[in-house]
């Protein structure tokens, strides 16, 4: 029987470096916001929140998944509809958990197993793909929806996650495919406003951690 996997989980897995374990180095610290986004849009796709002028409505606070109802407890708190990447930088602060939840349900599919690391005092977990079947699989379907083109909602939300991501490189090592791709992506993200505010969010937060990161490290460097 065929392997359900949800949306962030796949952005995860495909994420992971297939022969020495790890997130790819393209898709680095981008995976931790993109895995936040994921799971916005699964709960979308689930009928618990709605997007409306890049701001998230909130529909149901009920769900069978610990992360959505996580996410959720915290979105019924809220005064109000809040901007889609206001939640994702406040999400990003419970990113342990939730990452934990997403890798924890690639676990038990038996899609990956977790290594935990260690040099000097720094302590990490390691994901490796323990179902190469699996893992290629999903990199052909990824690709050949991108260069074939797809109208399928799931489809289409996967795709618009790839270059938030860091993705292209790991899915077309190629440049001139790569670049092939990219034109193919933006075509198709022509009125898809949904998950094209999404993963404008997850870019727009990206950058303001790497602007308090380069401000950081100027401070300290002056200091």
Known sequence: METLIPLAQKLYLLGIHPEKGGIVYQS???????????????????KNIKFDNKRIVLLSDKSDNEAH?????KMSKAKGPRRI?????????????IRGEVRDGLVSKRLIKIEDKRFLIFKWKK??????QV????????????????SDEESLILLS????AGLLPRLFPDRQERKKARARLKEMMVGNRVSTAVADAISASQAVAASV???AAAASTSA
């Open 28 to 46: 680095g610290t981008a995976m931790d916001y993109v895995i936040v986004g994921g799971l916005l849009m699964e709960m979308y796709l689930n």
């Open 161 to 164: 996650f790839i270059q938030p």
């Open 213 to 215: 990161a380069i401000s």
């Open 69 to 73: 109802r996580f996410m959720l407890q």
């Open 85 to 97: 990447s206001s939640w994702i930088n406040k999400f990003y602060y419970s990113l342990n958990y």
């Open 127 to 132: 994901p490796f793909a323990t179902n190469k």
């Open 135 to 150: 893992l290629y699989k999903l990199v052909d379907e990824v690709k050949e929806s991108i260069m074939r083109g797809t």
